[in-house]
């Protein structure tokens, strides 16, 4: 069964870091894009950047310069390091896999949610 798993949300003030993990299974987790989606209280969901089997990436530009993309083949793992934090990246963080042919963000995880607030 497929299965995307997010870690390391909380509470941080502004101007502080987080690093959101997202462990997958239950599939070839080097064969499949991948995309981070946030969901701000009472917004829908957004954008917040992709990376793609070759490696090629892609950010919202509202994260360009503070959050970086990578994944882990070998762990079956995505990661998100979040700099320079604001309040208005507040949400919750869902890691996401595309569809085999890479038209639509097919499996979604649980989520989970990041403060920014002093």
């Known amino acids: 069964e497929v299965h995307l798993v997010e870690s390391g949300g909380g509470l941080v003030q502004p101007g502080g870091s987080l690093r959101l993990s997202c462990t997958a299974s239950?599939?070839?987790?080097?064969?499949?894009?991948m995309t981070w989606v946030r969901q701000a209280p009472g917004k829908g969901p957004e954008h917040v950047s992709s990376?793609?089997?070759?490696?090629?990436?892609r950010y919202a530009d509202f994260v360009k310069g503070r959050f970086t993309i990578s994944r882990d083949n070998a762990k079956n793992t995505l990661n998100l390091q979040m700099n320079s934090l604001k309040p208005e990246d507040t949400g919750v963080y869902y890691c996401?896999?595309?569809?085999?042919?890479?038209?639509?963000?097919?499996?979604w995880g649980q989520g989970t949610l990041v403060t920014v607030s002093s």
């Open positions: 990376i793609w089997t070759k490696g090629g990436i």
């Open positions: 996401t896999r595309w569809d085999d042919d890479g038209n639509y963000l097919e499996i």
């Open positions: 239950g599939f070839t987790f080097g064969s499949y894009h």
